[in-house]
């Protein structure tokens, strides 16, 4: 059983930062990779930053690369997303996801795959 749960979205003005944090439960959270992705209304949904078991691989979004930046830390069992420079284009709602297996190790850092979902932080962002 692996749950997530997303804090840190806000209402910020434009040129703002937030820090969002997705804290996990899972008996291996080492096991997991952890995802963000966010949701626009009428939009689909869309990855936003992936990492690894280990961190040592980190995938952006092209529209990410530059203002955002995924870590982990493994002995808190939470991922962080840093958003600098926020637009109105980055309101969304914010949702982190884990997939992988218990006692396995999570290499894939693609956007596919993602099996928990969290209920997600809401990001607004005014002009």
């Known amino acids: 059983q692996v749950q997530l749960r997303e804090s840190g979205g806000g209402s910020v003005q434009t040129g703002g930062s937030l820090r969002l944090a997705c804290e996990v439960r899972?008996?291996?959270?080492?096991?997991?990779?952890i995802g963000w992705f966010r949701q626009a209304p009428g939009q689909e949904r869309e990855g936003v930053a992936s990492i690894t078991t280990d961190g040592g691989v980190k995938r952006y979004a092209d529209f990410a690369k530059g203002r955002f930046t995924i870590s982990r830390d493994n002995g808190k069992n939470t991922v962080h997303l840093q958003i600098f420079g926020l637009t109105p284009e980055d309101t969304a709602m914010y949702y982190c996801a884990a997939k992988g297996r218990k006692g396995g190790y999570c290499t894939d850092g693609s956007f596919a795959f993602f099996g928990y979902w969290g209920q997600g932080t809401q990001v607004t962002v005014s002009s």
């Open positions: 899972a008996d291996t959270f080492n096991s997991y990779c």
